[in-house]
């Protein structure tokens, strides 16, 4: 979880170096760094694509042997409304939580921009909820609302967790996209007596835009999987994590794998249109 | 920064700002623009840690938890053999994990960082697919493969190897080493790519030209100018290993939990609120000064970005 935000990031600008002369230290060495990695990525898929093939599996365990093709757990999922209910609760909390937290960090960003004492330890607080271990990020929070008197639910308390959780995230994906533009668009629109919301609106944010919406959905996609830190405060709220989570716990359900398929599937679409329009921005506003 | 030198623009307006690096000032009021998230950050990040730390010396009873200033709690911590042993076995286990993940991604990272244009942007985008997941999923699909009726033991029984299912690949510090290694790898693999991602060719070429075998171009070259992403990775996953809650939770069993599993507890099972803030906060102050020590060699904020800037 952590640092995939800033890994969401950072591969959508790979270094366009080419060197002249293509050299190769490692040749003799290559063949066997491409076994390993063949390995290493049947480490990473195997399992994965094992949980697609149970998903289809015809059998009341989560297991083998594979008893014949089926949809029926899909069916399940879809018909069962605590999922459902579950589902739309962390679309609800994923969407508010982006959008929330990309508009303190557009904000932040901005600000960071300036020269002002104690921007260090600015930087800092910002960083607090992802230096903060996880489980302790959920907790804290647990016992902050309890003694406040203000009851874990889906719309006070896993709110905040998720946006604490994203806004770091947020910041860090945001601030390389202000940090580098050129001025002199801004400079000239100055010059011309454009005031300072008219800049904002119709020269800074039109560039980074792209940049904007790619770490809405970057958050999306972290809130949409945040678990941790939600079960301390989910209350009776469950999350799609959190939800799956009683599942494995209770009784391996065996709609679980249908279940893991489609969060999956959620999580990399839209991390995936998010790294387009991360590739948009890195070419809009070349750093 | 890029700052708009003084002579592309006409320095005639009046309305511009100047700041001490020619350009114009940004937009906005620093106060206004860092007010909304700032307070947000300590409201519900700084002060309900603030109210943990305090919470640390208060006392738990079966009638609830009440204000108090007493360092029993942290004696408990650090005495009671069952917490320390715990404490020391966590931090084995997020050692170890380091450790294998470093030895395992490095070689991925380094064939990644070797490869040109669109096979480069493919293989490096099918690293990151999987990690687009949530971990629980990551964690939980381990238990079909090693389970009772998991892929390992049906391949086994189908092979004529064992006659009945084994038990113990499941529920032992094994199973949360591989679970562990499998959820984090890309925050080491991550790191490490980037900063040989930056290493000039031409380093490496003069190396090579110089007479280096590539045995020393590695050993002298590369492998000192990939330290920062290796660092970065080393401390990601170290302190996601020390805090995992859900790896050793589903794969470990009894014999598997690791210290998250016993904060939860005080909290979800035990309703000890001050002991397990006492324990949270001893994790926290773990995790701190690992970051102040190797503050020496890379900045926080670095960390967190893969080791680019550093």
Redesign the interface.
């Known amino acids: 979880m952590t640092s995939i935000a800033a890994g969401k990031a950072n591969i959508a600008k790979p270094h366009a170096r080419k060197p002249e002369r293509r050299h190769r230290p490692y040749g003799g060495y290559l063949s066997a760094l491409w076994i390993y990695a063949g390995a290493f990525y049947t480490f990473l898929y195997g399992p994965l694509l094992m949980i697609v093939l149970l998903s289809f599996n015809d059998s009341e365990i989560v297991g083998f042997p594979f008893q014949g093709f089926t949809v029926r757990w899909y069916e399940v999922v879809f018909e069962s409304p605590a999922l459902l209910k579950a589902l739309g609760n962390s679309l609800g909390v994923g969407f508010l939580a982006a959008a929330i937290a990309t508009t303190l960090a557009l904000s932040l960003a901005m600000g960071f921009r300036h020269q002002f004492r104690g921007k260090p330890i600015v930087l800092y607080l910002i960083l607090v909820p992802i230096i903060i271990p996880g489980i302790i990020g959920g907790i804290v929070l647990l016992i902050f609302f309890g003694f406040s008197g203000i009851r874990s639910s889906l719309w006070t308390t896993v709110l905040v967790a998720h946006v604490n959780w994203v806004l770091p995230f947020a910041f860090l994906t945001l601030f390389p996209r202000l940090h580098g533009f050129d001025r002199a668009l801004e400079e000239a629109a100055m010059d011309l007596g454009a005031k300072p919301w008219e800049i904002f609106t119709r020269i800074v944010f039109p560039i980074i835009r792209p940049g904007v919406i790619a770490t809405a959905l970057f958050s999306f996609s972290l809130s949409f999987d945040e678990f941790i830190r939600t079960i301390f405060v989910s209350g009776f709220d469950r999350t799609i994590p959190v939800q799956f989570w009683g599942l494995i716990v209770d009784e391996l359900a065996p709609e679980l794998p249908a279940m893991a398929v489609l969060i999956i599937v959620i999580s990399i679409f839209s991390s995936l249109i998010g790294f387009y329009f991360m590739r948009r921005a890195s070419k809009s506003a070349p750093t | ?4 030198t003084p002579d ?2 006409p320095a005639t ?1 009046s ?2 700002k100047k ?1 001490k690096d020619g ?6 009021k ?1 106060f206004w ?2 007010g ?3 307070l ?3 409201i ?6 603030a ?2 730390l305090m ?1 640390s010396f208060w006392t738990s009873t079966i009638y609830g938890t009440r204000p108090d200033f007493s360092f029993d709690n942290y004696a408990r911590v650090l005495v009671t053999e069952l917490y320390r042993d715990q404490l020391f076995k966590t931090l084995r286990i997020a050692i170890m994990t380091t450790a294998i993940t470093v030895v ?1 991604s490095y ?2 990272a ?2 990644l960082s ?1 490869l ?1 244009g669109m096979q ?2 493919f ?16 964690a ?6 090693l ?5 390992i ?2 391949a086994l029984q ?1 092979l004529g190897i064992i006659d009945q299912p084994i038990d113990w690949l499941l529920f032992n510090e094994g199973a949360v080493f591989l679970g562990l290694v ?1 959820v984090y ?3 080491m693999t ?2 490490i790519y ?1 900063s040989l ?2 290493i000039d ?2 380093l ?2 003069a190396a ?1 030209d110089l007479g280096a075998r ?1 045995a020393a ?2 050993r002298r070259v590369i492998l000192p100018l990939s330290w920062p992403g290796v660092l970065s990775g080393c401390i ?1 996953v170290f ?2 290993s ?2 995992a ?2 790896t050793p939770q ?1 794969l470990g069993g009894p014999s598997g939990i690791m210290y ?1 599993n016993v ?2 507890s005080q ?2 099972a035990n309703n000890n ?1 001050a002991f ?2 006492a324990l ?1 906060i001893s ?2 102050t773990i ?2 000064v690992l ?1 102040l020590i190797s503050s020496r060699w890379i900045g ?2 670095h960390v ?3 080791g ?1 800037n550093s």
């Not at chain 2, 293989?123 to 990551?138: E, G, N």
């Not at chain 2, 939980?140 to 493969?145: A, D, E, M, N, Q």
């Open positions: 920064m890029t700052a708009v592309r623009v307006t309305r511009r700041v350009g114009i000032k940004p937009i906005g620093p623009l860092l909304p998230g700032v947000w950050l300590l519900f990040g700084l002060a309900p840690l109210f943990m919470m395992i070689p991925v380094y064939l070797r040109q480069k942007a293989f490096v985008l099918l690293m990151f697919l999987p990690f687009w997941t949530s971990y629980v999923i990551r939980f699909v381990w238990l079909p493969i389970g009772r009726n998991g892929a033991n049906n189908a499998y790898t890309l925050f991550l790191p980037l991602e930056k060719p031409a490496v070429e090579t590539p171009v590695f990601m302190l996601l020390i805090s809650f859900v589903l998250g904060i939860a909290f979800l609120w397990g803030s949270s994790l926290v995790v701190l970051l926080v904020q967190f970005t893969g680019r």
